[in-house]
Each structure stands twice: as C-alpha cells, then as structure tokens.
C-alpha cells in the first residue's frame, strides 16, 4: 500500500531574533562599560528606561505569542473535530450497510424461497416465493432509500432478483428479460468464496453496466453476502451503496476536503475533473496535485496533522472494522491565510497595547529621572554659585528626604535675600498669571455669541443644508427639555408655547437624553416609539441626537425628515459631529453669560472697595 511515513517539518532560522538578542547585548555592554562616565540623570534614566522596556517586550512577546498559539489550536481542534465527524459518519454508514445485508441475506422470504428451489417444490410455489423475495427487496429499498440497487445472484451468476432505484428516486423491479448474468464481475467470484456470514465491501469506485462506466458517472460501494443453506452455496446478496451519500456534503462543506484512495487517486476533490484518475485512466493522483502532502499520509486512527509553506493539511484514514490497513484517506485543507487573519485581528489592539506601553515607558522614565535627578543637580549649581559671591540662586526644597535637609542648609546662607527675592518673584508671577487670565477671558468672552441667536442660525442652516422637513433644539432644565429653537413656522409656534418634554421614555428626545445615546426611526411606519406631532403630518423618519459636554448631557438635537430612510446609520456620524459643535456652542455661551454676571460682581465689589478707600480716606482728612 502506498503508505509512506516521512514528514517534513519547516526549518526557518529566525534571524529576526538573533539580531534582536545581539543588539541588546551589545546595548547592555556599552551601558556597563560607560556606566561610571555617565551623569546622574544619564545612570537613572538608563536604569529606568533598559528595565521597564525589556519588562514590557518581554510580556508583550510572550502574550503575543501565547495568544497566536491558543488561536491556532483553536483553529486546529475545530478542524480536527470536522474531520473526525466526517470519518465517523462514512464508517457509521457502511457500517449500516453491513447490517442491512447481514438482514437481507437472512430474510425469511429469501430463506424459503431458497428451500424451495432446493427440495423440488413444484413451479408454482418457487413463482409464489420469488414474488415474495420481490416485494420484501422492494419495501426494503423504498425504506432505505440510499441503495441503488438491491440484488440476488445465484451460484452460477445469474440475476434471480433485482431492484433498481433510478435517479429520479423511481423503484422498481426488474423483469426477469432483463436480468443479466454477473459471472464476469470480478467482486462476485471474491463473494462466492466467502465464509457463511462474512461480508464482501468492494473498492469505492464508479459502477458499470455491462463492462461500461455509467454516464453520469456513479460512485458506489457493493455490499455482497454468500448466502449458505445446508452448508451449501446458493448464491449472494449484492447491496449497492450510492457513494454520493458521503462524497456530496465534501461539495457544500465550508471547508476544503480530499478524499484519497491506498493507491493516491482523487475519490473527491474541489476539481471534479480530477476525480477517478483510475477509474477514468487520467492518472490523476496526489502524488501530482500535492507532492509535499503525499509524503505524510500516516495510518493513524487519530487525525494528524501537518502543513506546507501556505497550507494547513488535517488528515485522517479511514479503516474498516474487519481491516488492518486504512482503506481511505481524508484531507481537510485549510489556508493559513485563514487561521493568521483571525489570530491578526486578535493580536492588533495587544500589539498596539505593547507598542504603546513601548512609547510612553521612555517617557514616564525621563520625567523620574529628572524628579529625581533634577534637585540636586540645582543644589549643586546654587552651591557653585554661591561660592562665587552670588547670593541671588533660589533654593528649591522639593522633600524632606536627604536632599531638603541640604537644601534647608543652604537655604539658611541666604534666608533673608532669598525670602525678598521670592516673595517679589512669587508676586510678580500671580499678577501676570491674572493679567493673562484676564486677557483671555477678555478674549473668549467677545468671540461668543447670544445663544437664542446661534441656535436658531444652527437648526436653520442644518435643515436648509440638509434638505430636513423639521429641525429643532431642546436644553435640559432639570427634569425637563425645553424648546430652545426650531425652524419654520411650526418650531416659531411652539416656541411661543412654551414646548417642553419630560425626559426619560415617552419620546424619543426624552429617551435619547435619558440614555445619552442617539436614536433613530427610519421609517416612522414600523416604529413602536415613534410619537407623531399633529404639527407635524409629514414627518416619515426621525433622529435624536444627544449634546454632550463631559459626560452631562446639555440638550439633543431633533431632525425630521419627509422620506422614509432618509435618516440612518449611515448619516448618524455627520449629524453627531454637528451635535458636538452645537454642544461646544452652547456651552460657550453659558460660560460667556457667568462670565458676563462674575464681571458684573467684580466691578460693584470694585466700586464698593474704591467708595469705602475715599471715605476712610476723607474720614481721616478730617
């Protein structure tokens, strides 16, 4: 049997690695040698940026590939459990076979009939007793419809009972001008010489009728049985399996499957054209399509698997339970395009993570070292500078730890300059804080805008640009939404009302702000939540939008439009960036308005603090 064992495993040497692993030894080693020549800063911030980066390549590496490996094995047990499913059900089912010959070789009307025939019986009742045998073959065929033909031979190799089943699923028996004699078929001489009892099953092969392969092409499988009677040889029961019952799911599986013979001819593949290389004389073989797979077909009962620069191969043989060796072999053929690209989407947000973690570990150990490093390098430029005469070096205590006790040394040199030198530096920084503070909200405040005025140029331009039959703009009062603008005469009218909804369930305005997230009702037909507004008739889809500002919501924006579908999903983004801009609007404005009131406070407490300066004044003039 062509069973060879070798497997060939890929060896790749990981340069990648090699060079890795050589640049950071070459990078410990220059630090080790240079270590006593470095600053302090230098030493610490070596230190914290060498440890937590090989702390987080490390993690990030051996998550990395701890997660590729469990999604491949994954991957490798699903398609194992495939193919073990696969072989289960074509041994379930020849298995089934088996039984149903072992039934129909022992079958009382077959039976009696054969002992009619052997005791002399008269014509008439060997007539009676065949019809018999045709009928229970019959029942039997239209009961297990998975055989195409159901047959008695006799010991000389002639047909004596046959029941075809035809490919438009018609059964029928056949007459007896039409029973044809099988001595030339080689499997009948191999059932005759068979024990009672024992079970013949032929190659899975293409069937033929009289010596010609049938067109259309036909796989099948012979079950034959010697049927004995009185210890002497009558004849054989031939069940034919129609191999189509586990060939067809290989067609509409998700997964690529090969099905091989001992000798390596295709029994299925993707290709019907490559299919019965023997059968058909093509020659076709695995030998030819897969050279790199042919060489790994093993015996296993257990799937094995193996793979190829780009494949993934799960193979498993198929042995009968009266066999030694496999009678077929079954190949799954995955991609592994296909197992990378889940194992890549699964990887991208750690390896953004590690990537990340990589960027900002520098970052967090330049400022350490400099908290740490940073004092005393200004203590030792103060001292430097106060050994020459200059007494104006500020000293900075930034701890109580060794480094504040000389700092507070220091500091006690100078304390009286020092003092004055700070409190003026100090002062003179808090009023330029102030001035510029002032300026920019001097600034702010004459950029903003009333808010009934930008709100209503905002829900006008966005219904005028948009083509919307309807667009307005509640603000959160409590527990309350108020109409803040609304266009057209309809959202003037309701403004004049006073329009307010509730917030929570019972609109989709209330609802959406409830909720903070936006709503939509495409189609305002089949919508349970959609509440329609006698104002207004011709709305047929609308949108909630809700107005955010850090993490409060303000208000929500309402559109409506005339079509149906005209707001969706799709347009969702655009109208939540809008949403967003409103939101920075109005809070803008709010904060113009309290600035508007704090000014207005600061300038009486002004006016107040000036009328009480004159009159202390005057009250001490006189």
Not at 129 to 148: C, G, H, I, S
Not at 329 to 337: D, Y
Not at 569 to 592: C, D, K, M, W, Y
């Amino acid at each position: 049997a062509w069973l060879p064992f070798s497997r060939i495993t890929p060896n790749a040497p990981p340069f990648a690695i090699y060079i890795f692993i050589a640049a950071l030894f070459i990078f410990i080693f220059y630090t080790a040698w240079q270590y006593r020549k470095f600053k302090l800063q230098t030493k610490l911030l070596s230190f914290l940026v060498f440890v937590p980066l090989l702390i987080v390549a490390v993690a990030g590496v051996f998550l990395i590939v701890r997660i590729a490996g469990q999604q491949r094995a994954a991957v490798e047990a699903e398609v194992q459990r495939s193919l073990t499913e696969q072989v289960d059900n074509i041994l379930q089912l020849i298995s089934e076979a088996e039984e149903d010959v072992q039934l129909v070789g022992h079958s009382f009307s077959l039976q009696n009939y054969l002992s009619l025939a052997s005791n002399g019986a008269s014509p008439e009742m060997i007539a009676l007793a065949k019809t018999n045998v045709q009928e229970e073959f019959l029942n039997f065929a239209r009961t297990r419809r998975k055989y195409d033909q159901i047959r008695f031979i006799d010991a000389n190799g002639q047909e004596v009972v046959r029941v075809d089943t035809a490919s438009n699923s018609t059964i029928s028996v056949l007459q007896d001008s039409a029973l044809q004699h099988q001595t030339n078929l080689s499997f009948f001489t191999e059932m005759t010489r068979l024990d009672p009892g024992e079970v013949f099953i032929s190659p899975l092969a293409l069937n033929r009728t009289d010596g010609e392969i049938e067109r259309p092409l036909t796989p099948v499988i012979h079950f034959g049985l010697p049927v004995y009677q009185d210890g002497q040889l009558f004849g054989v029961v031939v069940l034919t399996l129609s191999a189509d019952l586990f060939l067809r799911p290989f067609a509409t599986a998700e997964q690529q499957y090969y099905l091989v013979d001992q000798n390596g001819y295709f029994l299925f593949h993707p290709d019907a054209s490559k299919m019965w290389g023997r059968d058909l004389g093509t020659g076709v073989n695995l030998a030819q399509e897969l050279p790199d797979v042919a060489g790994q077909l093993t015996t296993a009962s257990e799937p094995v698997i193996f793979q190829t620069s780009d494949t993934l191969f799960t193979q498993a043989s198929l042995t009968l339970a009266a066999e030694a060796e496999p009678r077929w072999f079954l190949l799954n053929v995955t991609p592994l395009s296909t197992i990378s690209a889940p194992v890549d989407e699964t990887l991208q947000p750690v390896q953004f993570v590690v990537a990340a973690a990589l960027c900002i570990t520098p970052l967090i150990a330049l400022f350490v070292s400099q908290s740490i490093a940073a004092p005393i390098v200004l203590l030792a430029e103060a001292a430097e500078k106060m050994g020459q005469g200059n007494f104006d070096a500020p000293i900075q205590i930034s701890s109580e730890d060794e480094v504040g006790v000389l700092a507070h040394t220091l500091k006690s040199m100078n304390a009286e300059l020092a003092a004055l030198i700070g409190s003026l530096e100090a002062r003179v920084a808090a009023r330029t804080k102030d001035l510029l503070l002032a300026v920019e909200v001097n600034h702010q405040v004459s950029q903003v805008q009333s808010l009934d005025s930008l709100l209503a140029n905002a829900v006008s331009l966005i219904r005028e640009r948009f083509d919307l039959y309807y667009t307005q703009i509640y603000l959160v009062e409590g527990s309350m939404l108020r109409l803040q603008a609304g266009t057209g005469v309809v959202g003037r009218q309701l403004l004049q009302q006073g329009h307010k909804l509730m917030v929570g369930p019972g609109s989709i305005n209330g609802t959406a702000v409830s909720e903070k997230r936006s709503l939509i009702v495409a189609d305002t037909a089949d919508s349970p939540i959609f509440q329609p507004n006698p104002l207004l008739p011709e709305t047929r889809s609308e949108m909630a939008v809700p107005l955010i500002a850090r993490e409060q919501v303000v208000g929500v924006l309402n559109l409506q439009s005339s079509e149906a579908n005209a707001l969706t999903e799709e347009n969702l983004v655009v109208f939540e960036a809008l949403a967003g801009q409103l939101t920075s609007a109005v809070e803008n404005a709010r904060l113009f308005a309290e600035a508007r009131e704090a000014q207005a406070a600061v300038e009486a407490q002004m006016k107040r603090l000036t009328r009480q300066g004159w009159d202390t004044y005057l009250d001490g003039i006189h």
